[in-house]
């Protein structure tokens, strides 16, 4: 079989279960998509505060924008020429909002994941992850030289079974979890974790990408809502999500912040986030604490699809604004995604490799953009 076939083949495979993807083409209109020639409203968006459908925060932004700061490019990494004076005054806003010593910020959240761990976990380090962590978080596992044990979700007596087994056997343990998981919606108990890591001098690492802006009194995070944010080792988040900008983060200590930067690969040999986003970054960042009527207009919002689902008696554990309908199969989810566009609302299906085999659903991502008149057509067509 000659290359291409063998590819092709690949992507017979896909096809015949039903997981085969194509990259969509939408247009945007706010908080609607236009795609093949219908007008849907947009439940597959991270934009959680629904700032990225407004216009008015982007105008105010770039009435009072800097000429320094107005640049589409930092043509350099941060190490050489890329490390603009917004990119440490957005750091210094960090580290004071979390109340933390100090703040890196990142290109991605996949920079973040994938490189976090390969500089701080060598051959005398485990890492004890929780199963459904990130697809980023376990590349950057795969990259490091740690060992690492993969728990079963959510289930801290096996956690701390491991620790109980392990910690006297490794230099270091770091416990890796997500605070509101990607693709069920639940929440991680982060106070039983740092109860966990003091108890056996573990280190812990959480991602708060989908929490960050949406958790807490002034939206830090489920670390705020659970008052362990001084107990988190690598506490991590991203700008692409809540905050309608790009990029992430983590908040340390200085001496781990230092550490970084000088062995993370993924900060030190790649291009910097352009002066441009992170100067929106700030602006966004800024007002985060005043966002409070949006944070509970969402929770109601979740609470209401959450309520309709289990109604209806579909399995629901999300206590989130990501709201999974669990399907099973693949090709029936993406029949049920496609009716659910024809009714108009853009919703789209996840399939393995995204899911474990036999698990796909369909993922509604809410918005605090939604209308209480939307989301009741929408519990209607369920």
Known sequence: MDNEAFFRAGLDELKAAGNLRALPQVEHDGRYVSASGRRMLN????????????????REFLAGLSGREFLLSSSSSRLLTGNFAVCSRLERLLACMF?????????????MNAGILPAVA????????????HASLIDGIRL????????????????????????????????????????????????????????YGAMLYVDEAHAVGVRGRTGLGVAEE???????????????KALASVGAYVVCS????????NRMRTLIYTTALPPLNVAWTCHVAERLPDMGERRMRL?????????????????????????????GDSRETVEKAEQMQRRGFYVLPVRPPTVPEGTSRLRFSLSAGITPDELKQLTEIL
Not at 232 to 240: A, E, Q
Request: charged share 25%; glycine share 8%; net charge neutral.
């Open 144 to 199: 490091s030289a740690a060992r690492c044990i993969r728990y079963r979700h959510q289930d801290y007596r096996q956690l701390e079974t491991l620790l109980e087994k392990h910690h006297a056997d490794f230099a270091r343990i770091v416990i890796v979890t997500e605070s509101v998981f990607s693709m069920d919606g639940d929440v991680a108990p982060l106070h039983r974790l740092v109860g966990l890591k003091k108890r």
């Open 299 to 327: 929770e109601r919002l979740s609470a209401c699809l959450r309520e309709a689902l289990r109604e209806r008696g579909l399995p629901c554990d999300s206590a989130s604004h990501i709201v999974p309908m669990l399907v």
């Open 43 to 58: 439940l597959s968006s991270n934009d959680y505060l629904g700032i990225a459908s407004e216009g008015l925060w982007q």
């Open 226 to 240: 659970q008052g362990c944010v001084q107990d988190i080792d690598f506490l991590c988040g991203t700008f692409g």
């Open 122 to 133: 060598d051959s005398r380090t485990l890492i004890l992850a929780d199963k459904l962590v």
């Open 254 to 261: 200085r001496v781990m912040r230092d550490y970084l930067v």
């Open 99 to 111: 109340g933390r010593e100090a703040a890196l910020v990142f290109g991605s959240g996949y920079h």
